[in-house]
């Protein structure tokens, strides 16, 4: 990839410019009865709120914690005032809910001592105690995919993970922890985590298609014909070689024919659902340069997914716990964790506190933009979601997991209590994990992670 060719500054803001203008409109409302929405009407109702619109759930992570005393409102219940971090919030207050006394202990260090970045990016959505390996990696299902195995089949994708770091499955990262752990938040099983896309190129491709407008269903058609015949002559090859195997190859080629077909599956699903949606807009050209056009141009790509019907589940990193990054475009130059130990030095907690800031400003903007959109039913998209800010860590300086910054923003279709802080003392934070998959419809999970029942006051 050129960096020179995806940062130029006249294209990134033209395709946000293009996508401001294309959410402008309920572009839902065109898909029924015909389209996306109609191709859903078979299965079982799950993901939809009581008007019949897709009820969406994301979660958004940032990292490093938050500065406690400037994170945590004054007051409680409905009087309550937010502090400088989440000031930009406020004119979207009767729309969130924030959350305290919610924690996820397997975090914590126990006998594995160092790793809280690992551990406070892999336990945040899975709620078990990780496995120490930099090879032999265990964790545990995250609640998005619980939720996705669930309801997934409403719509083309199960869900979408996005990141605004690079991908990484391998290696040692976090004092001897895989990196798996540290930059994915999705696991499908606890062996296998979801690995996210951070390219907004790639992610408009994979959910609209190739091309310009207007050729893009066409091709994305063909590449499924092409993939299919490839397929075929996989399996067919394979099928000969199997005769002449020993036992143990024998058992490599059925689990490698298990992931040939899962492929099947999933474009089996693909051709069911017609042909694919093809917003007016551009093509994103690729990772812009700076931190905050990625987390902008990510969030508009999660939108465009939720706006087409094209998934109701997604996760996004805006950044992988213990990232260093400095914040230029905010005026410090250092790097974020090395000012997160702060060693109560009043200027480096301010600089900390201006970048939790800077992270909500961006985090307000996508659920104003959410917001202004009109879904099916004449409601919002923001009414009909549920999307939940936070961070793995609580207190950077201490590396903390209990008591985790959160925010649970959306109406969840009008089944949540908003324009709220709740204090709810020292409870998992997966409970409120299984009241959010209930209103997403799932069915027989009675329990997720180290939850010890659902949180009752959402």
Sequence with gaps: MKRSQFNRPTHRRAFLKGVGAGLAIPALQSMVPGGLLAATQPLRQVATTRTGAPLRTAFVYFPNGAIPANWWPEGGGRDFAFKETLAPLQPLRESLQVFSGLDQLNANAGKDGGGDHARGNSVFLTGVRIKKSSTDIRAGVSIDQ???????????????????????????????????????????????????????????????????????????????????????????????????????????????????REVESRIEKMEQFGATADPDLATPEGIPFTHGEHIDIMFDMMILAFQTDSTRIST????????????????????????????????????????????????????????????IDGKSMLHNSMILYGSGNADGNRHTHDNLPLVLAGHGGGTLDTGRYIQHGSLPATNLFLSMADRMGVQDLPRFGDSTGRLGNV
Aim: proline share 4%.
């Design 146 to 260: 619980a939720i996705a195995n669930e309801v997934g089949g409403a719509t083309r994708f199960p869900s979408l993970e996005l990141s605004c770091d690079p991908a990484r499955r391998s290696g040692a990262c976090d004092t001897g922890y895989s990196c798996a752990y540290q930059y994915n938040l999705a696991w499908k099983t606890p062996t296998n985590p979801m690995t996210p896309e951070s390219n907004p190129r790639k992610v408009f491709e994979r959910l609209f298609g190739e091309g310009e407008h207007g050729e893009r269903s066409a091709n994305a058609q063909r590449r499924m014909v092409n993939r299919r015949s490839i397929l075929d002559f996989v399996v067919s090859d394979a099928g000969r070689l199997q005769k002449s195997l020993d036992h143990r190859d024998r058992e490599k080629l059925d689990q490698y024919l298990t992931g040939i």
């Design 316 to 375: 996004l990193l805006l950044a992988h716990d213990g990232d260093n990054r400095s914040h230029d475009e905010i005026g410090i130059p250092e790097g974020h964790h090395e000012l997160t130990h702060h060693q109560n030095k009043a200027d480096r907690i301010a600089k900390v506190a201006r970048i939790d800031h800077w992270y909500v400003q961006k985090f307000a903007s996508f659920l104003s933009r959410m917001d202004a959109i009109e879904d």
